[in-house]
């Protein structure tokens, strides 16, 4: 999501906000689909999506790095979940094993959101590297062998191998620095 679209839409232009509710329309549906299968009235549910909208870009703070969808998507589950909750306690869904299965498996938290997204960035940085570059950086971080024990299986010497960890090392913060810029535009 663009960051421009998401600052219109927090100063309320109809337009940025009209775009923002067609382009996070299927997350709100899947979102719903997923927590309240059985509702009977989605419809309900999703003018309820709509405030949770509102009320997520009041809230948004782009300086925090959490990306918006992700932001929203962690608000509208907190209230579908919630909603869930006390329709099960005023006996309005059925619970069937799924549902209970469902409520005891906690939700991610928004920390947790971002963890895996830095880690899949991690994971497509890592497979960029040239080959000799991303062996080093596989063994070491993800084997935790030594520096000598790289070498020794890559045929390599010791200074080889370490300059190598650094050139890596180089090319992930320049990455990291890329993204950051990318993702503040």
């Known amino acids: 999501m663009e960051g421009q679209l998401i600052r219109a839409a927090k100063s309320r232009d109809p337009e940025a ?10 997350l709100t549906r899947a979102t719903i689909r997923r927590i309240q299968p059985y509702v009977a009235d989605p419809d309900n549910l999703s003018g309820e999506a709509n405030v949770i909208l509102l009320e997520a870009l009041d809230e948004f703070d782009e300086e925090r790095g959490v990306p918006f969808y992700l932001f929203y998507r962690q608000r509208l589950s907190y209230f579908l979940m919630d909603d869930l909750k006390r329709r099960i306690k005023h006996k309005d869904v059925p619970l069937t094993d799924e549902v ?7 939700e ?8 895996r997204e830095r880690a899949r960035e991690l994971h497509v940085a890592v497979n960029n590297l040239p080959d000799r570059e991303r062996a080093v950086i596989a063994m070491y ?11 020794g299986k ?8 370490a300059n190598t960890k650094v050139r890596a090392m180089k090319r992930l913060r320049r990455f990291y620095a ?3 810029e990318a993702d503040s535009l």
Request: hydrophobic share 50%; no cysteine.
């Open 17 to 26: 906000l009209a775009q923002l509710l067609v382009d996070l329309s299927p």
């Open 100 to 106: 209970v299965a469902y409520l005891a498996v906690e």
């Open 108 to 115: 991610d938290t928004e920390g947790d959101l971002v963890a």
């Open 141 to 151: 971080f993800f084997l935790d062998l030594s520096l000598s024990e790289i070498g």
């Open 154 to 161: 890559l045929n390599l010497s010791y200074q080889t191998v």
């Open 178 to 180: 890329h993204q950051q």
